[in-house]
Structures are given as C-alpha cells and as structure tokens.
C-alpha cells in the first residue's frame, strides 16, 4: 500500500474548485498528455454520488482501461473515486476541499496498492509514486489554472 498527498491553495471559491474538481472536461483537459478518454458511464458533466466513468489512457507506453466510481460525496468539502477495474489491485483518491482567507485549500491524498505482487512493489519503489505525484500535481495544477480564470464558466455554465 501506498499514498500520495499533494496540496495546493486555490484563490478561488470552495464551491467553483469542488465542482471544477469533478468536472469529466476538466479531468480530460488536465490528461491530455496520457491521452485520456471517457469511454462510458458518465461521460460529460460533473461526477455525483454513485457515478461511474471508465477512462482509457496510455500510461507507460500501454494503453489503459480504468473503471471508477464516485463513492463518496459531501459537496463542497469533499468526494472520492475508487477504482471498480483497472491496472491497480485498488485505489481510493480522496478530494478534500477547505475554505481559506485566500480562497481554497485542496487536499488530494492517493492510497492505492500496485498490481502485480511483489513486482509490482518494486515498480512502486521504484517509479510508480513518483509518477502518481507528478499526474495528481499537473491535474491540480490545470483546476487551478481555469479556476482563477474566466474559463471556468467554460466547464460550469
């Protein structure tokens, strides 16, 4: 088992990061360098409880199906993903969303396990955490990109 925490301030309203933050066309414009894709389940829109999404990206050169479902859900504090089928044995993301003077502060913590046994173990010694990081901080990063700007009336009407 393994866990990834990232946190990063937002100047924006707790409720535009939540949403933005469950938003199907922000998760694929934050993805594009693994070319991700919504193939079924809720394909557009803003995640809720008891959503389903099966994405399709390449990661490490093979091309990846993965199954999530939203499985818990406070709007705007927090929601978590977790993995139904895919390349991991499990995972739970957990976003957490806390209002600041400067606007909000996002909480994203990672707790998965590498497929795999005792290879896989390697793997995550060896690169998996650090490439779970990087992907989480370029996904935070783009949230906070179109929440500061006039782009995310774009993603939320």
């Known amino acids: 088992m393994s866990v990834v925490e990232l946190s ?3 100047a924006a309203p707790i409720e535009v990061v939540f949403d933005l933050s469950r938003s199907v066309e922000v998760h694929l414009e934050s993805t594009r360098a693994s070319g991700e894709r919504a193939l079924s389940g809720v394909t557009s829109g803003l995640l809720e409880l008891g959503d389903e999404v099966t994405w ?3 990661h490490f050169g093979i091309r ?5 479902r939203i499985t818990a859900f406070d709007r705007p504090r927090h929601f978590r993903d977790s993995m139904q089928s895919g390349a991991f044995k499990r995972f739970d993301h957990d976003h957490s969303f806390t209002p ?5 502060l996002v909480l994203d913590r990672f707790d998965f396990t590498a497929p795999l046994g005792p ?3 390697v793997a995550d010694w060896l690169f998996l955490q650090r490439y779970m990081r990087r992907f989480i901080e370029v996904r935070l990063r783009a949230i906070q990109a179109i929440a500061v ?3 995310a009336r774009e993603f939320l009407g």
Not at 64 to 68: A, N
Not at 100 to 104: F, S
Request: glycine content about 10%; overall charge neutral.
């Open 8 to 10: 990063l301030e937002i």
């Open 64 to 68: 990846q199906r993965l199954t999530s």
């Open 56 to 58: 399709q990206a390449t």
């Open 149 to 151: 700007s006039d782009r």
């Open 119 to 121: 290879l896989g173990a």
């Open 100 to 104: 600041t003077a400067a606007g909000t």
